[in-house]
C-alpha cells in the first residue's frame, strides 16, 4: 500500500508552493526599506527570508539593512508600513506555478477536500487566492496568524485533522518549505516537499518529506490518479 492510498485530504502551502509570490513582498520590503532610507535588499535576498511569516521576514531585512539585531521597537514600527505595502500590490508581479489550476481542478473532482495552510498573514491570504480565482478550491484557510502558533508548529494541521474529523494516514500536506515538513511530522500527517520554492536556500529533501516533487503537476501521479477520495 502506497503512503498516500488513504489520503482524503490535501493541506497546501500557499508562498512558494501555489504562487511565486517573492516580487510582491520583496517589493514592499523594499519600499519599507526605503522609507527608513535604510540599504535595499534583492528579490533573491527576499527568496532566502520568506517562510516564517511576515513578521520575521522584516526582522530578517532590516538585520540585513542595519547590520545588527533588530531592535523590537523598530520591528514593530515598521510592520504596518509593510503590511500597507504589500496590502497595495499583493498580485502585481506575483504568478501562479505551472499546473497548480489543473491539479487542484481535477482533485476537486476527484473528491479531496482542500485546505490552505499559510505562515502568510490572513488578511492577505484570501485576497491572493480570489486574485487567481483558486479560493473556491479551499473549503478552510488558515494564515500565520489564525491560531497561536504557525508552521513548524503542528497546530494548524492538527486543527484541519480536528475540523474534518480526519485519521493522521488521511490528510497530506504539500509545501516548499522545511516548515511544511516539520510540521507535517509533528502532526504525523504525511508530506510532500515541493523543490522549485523558498526553502531558504537549502534542498527539501533534506527536511525528509515522504516524495519529493519538482512540479506541481506530480502530485496527481502520487495521489494515485486522484481516485482514492471517491472510491473510499
Ligand atoms: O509568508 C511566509 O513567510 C511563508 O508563507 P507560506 O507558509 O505560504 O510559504
Ligand atoms: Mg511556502
Not at 485530504?9 to 517589493?27: E, H, Q
Not at 511569516?53 to 509593510?82: H, I, N, T, W
Not at 496568524?145 to 490528510?171: A, F, G, N, R
Amino acid at each position: 500500500m502506497s503512503k498516500f492510498s488513504q489520503i482524503k485530504a490535501v493541506a497546501f502551502d500557499l508562498d512558494g508552493t501555489l504562487i511565486d509570490s517573492v516580487p510582491d513582498l520583496a517589493a514592499a520590503t523594499r519600499a519599507t526599506l526605503a522609507e527608513l532610507e535604510l540599504p535595499l535588499c534583492s528579490d533573491e535576498q527576499v527568496r532566502s527570508w520568506v517562510g516564517n511569516g511576515a513578521q520575521m521576514l522584516m526582522r530578517r531585512a532590516l538585520s540585513f539593512a542595519l547590520d545588527e539585531q533588530v531592535a523590537e521597537e523598530q520591528l514593530q514600527a515598521c510592520m504596518p508600513r509593510f503590511m500597507h505595502f504589500y496590502k497595495l500590490n499583493l498580485q502585481q508581479h506575483s504568478v501562479l506555478y505551472a499546473g497548480v489550476e489543473s491539479v487542484l481542478s481535477r482533485l476537486q473532482q476527484a473528491g479531496y477536500r482542500m485546505a490552505i495552510v499559510t505562515n502568510k498573514p490572513f488578511e492577505f491570504t484570501i485576497p491572493l487566492l480570489k486574485a487567481f480565482n483558486i479560493d473556491g478550491y479551499f473549503s478552510l484557510v488558515l494564515g500565520g496568524d489564525s491560531l497561536s502558533k504557525m508552521k513548524p508548529d503542528p497546530l494548524p494541521l492538527q486543527h484541519i485533522l480536528h475540523e474534518w474529523q480526519l485519521e493522521t494516514v488521511q490528510l497530506l500536506m504539500v509545501g516548499d518549505s522545511k516548515n511544511d515538513i516539520l510540521a507535517a511530522k509533528a502532526a504525523k500527517v504525511a508530506s510532500v516537499g515541493l523543490t522549485y520554492g523558498y526553502n531558504y536556500g537549502e534542498d527539501i529533501g533534506l527536511s525528509g518529506p515522504d516524495a519529493v516533487c519538482e512540479q506541481f503537476s506530480e502530485i496527481t501521479a502520487l495521489l494515485n490518479q486522484c481516485d482514492k477520495a471517491t472510491e473510499q
